[in-house]
Each structure stands twice: as structure tokens, then as C-alpha cells.
């Protein structure tokens, strides 16, 4: 499926299935992450910052697959871990999910990824 095809079932979602590929097994690794969206970006967020292995396990192959509303798409991550620029991303999940919620259950704040949909 395509990336519009994608966005478009991520409307009204909370969620999206992000799969990697494990740094050390090789086979994919799927998990629910919450998300925020801007214009065509969508940015994700690790519970465990750059500590969480989905993210360690994204460096090394930063191809992954997104899922949400029966649609999917395989597309190329970027890593962020720039101060300001994670502390917007944080911004955008607080207005969101709230910020009690993010502070909750983001208490490692210091990577953040994003993926274009176009």
C-alpha cells in the first residue's frame, strides 16, 4: 500500500504499528507507538528514549513498516535526537495525548523519529 493510503487510515488513529528489524536476530519486531502528525511528516516518540531498542534497532536499519486501519507502508526513518527539535515533537504529543500523559510515559526524552508520507 501506498503512503497517502496510509496517512489517510492514520486519521482518528491513536496508534500505528511500527515493525523493525531486530539489531541482533535479524527477524522484525512489532509494537504499538503513539504518533503525532505535521503537514506530511509523522514523528514517533521511544518510551525509553535512545535507550529503547525499537530505536537502537532503527539506526541500524532504518527501513521500517507502519500499520494503522488495515493500510500499510514500508518507509525510511530519520533519527532525531537534537535537543530543541525532540522538545517540539514533545509539544506535539503533549497537545495530543496531554502532557501529564507524555511526561507519564515519556520519561527519557532525547530521541524522537520521523518519517515523511509523501
Do not use: H
Amino acid at each position: 500500500m501506498s503512503k497517502e493510503e496510509l496517512k489517510q487510515a492514520l486519521e482518528g488513529e491513536r496508534e500505528v504499528e511500527l515493525t523493525v528489524k531486530g539489531r541482533k536476530s535479524g527477524e522484525p519486531s512489532s509494537r504499538p507507538v503513539w504518533f503525532a502528525e505535521e503537514g506530511d511528516k509523522l514523528y514517533l516518540l521511544p518510551v525509553g528514549g535512545s535507550g529503547s531498542n525499537w530505536f537502537k534497532n532503527l539506526l541500524l536499519a532504518l527501513q521500517i513498516r507502519l500499520a494503522a486501519g488495515g493500510a500499510e507502508a514500508e518507509v525510511e526513518a530519520k533519527a532525531i535526537t537534537d535537543d530543541a527539535a525532540v522538545s517540539e515533537i514533545l509539544g506535539q504529543f503533549g497537545e495530543k495525548y496531554g502532557e501529564s500523559q507524555v511526561k507519564q510515559y515519556y520519561p527519557d526524552q532525547d530521541a524522537a523519529v520521523e518519517v515523511s508520507l509523501t
